[in-house]
């Protein structure tokens, strides 16, 4: 009994292990480098995690990735453009305005400007003072002599 307890304690804790990256790293450096890309970039399925924190599968795919072109030499926007080549530019959480997403960057600018001047225009044309005639001035004005008068 004691047997099979320490077997199956020992089998259910494989999948705990296999979870974690271990990479080898030629240096600190580069590890400091391997930890800032893969905080940099967002896995493809996790909406808005980054893959350093991320357990579904394409996010340990792209760990790797980045290992793999670490290993090799590359530079992190060679490594970034490998990255936006492949999954697109979702996995960096700064997307270069490009026609498509213009209207993203300069969308909500404009729409705050309109809304001021809708604004402004309405108060403007609610509150506009119209002309009296000279008829009326004179009549107002004597009107006011005549209270004044009452008054004192």
């Given at each position: ?83 936006v080549d492949r999954y697109g530019n979702f996995v ?61």
């Amino acid at each position: 009994m004691r047997l099979l307890s320490l077997f199956l304690g020992l089998v259910l804790s494989f999948s705990t292990l296999a979870a974690i990256d271990t990479y080898q790293f030629a240096s600190p450096q580069q590890e400091q480098q391997y930890r800032q890309l893969t905080g940099q970039l967002r896995c493809p399925k996790c909406q808005n995690t980054n893959i350093a924190a991320s357990d579904s599968i394409i996010a340990a795919d792209m760990r790797s990735k980045v290992y793999q072109l670490l290993k090799e030499g590359q530079s992190n926007q060679q490594i970034i453009d490998y990255m936006v080549d492949r999954y697109g530019n979702f996995v960096t959480y700064q997307p270069p305005v490009t026609p498509s997403t213009l209207i993203l960057w300069v969308g909500p600018a404009l729409f705050v400007i309109i809304g001021a001047l809708v604004i402004i225009l309405r108060a403007r044309g609610r509150y506009s003072v119209e002309q009296i005639s000279w008829h009326d001035q004179q009549r107002l004005a004597q009107l006011l002599a005549d209270n004044d008068r009452k008054e004192s």
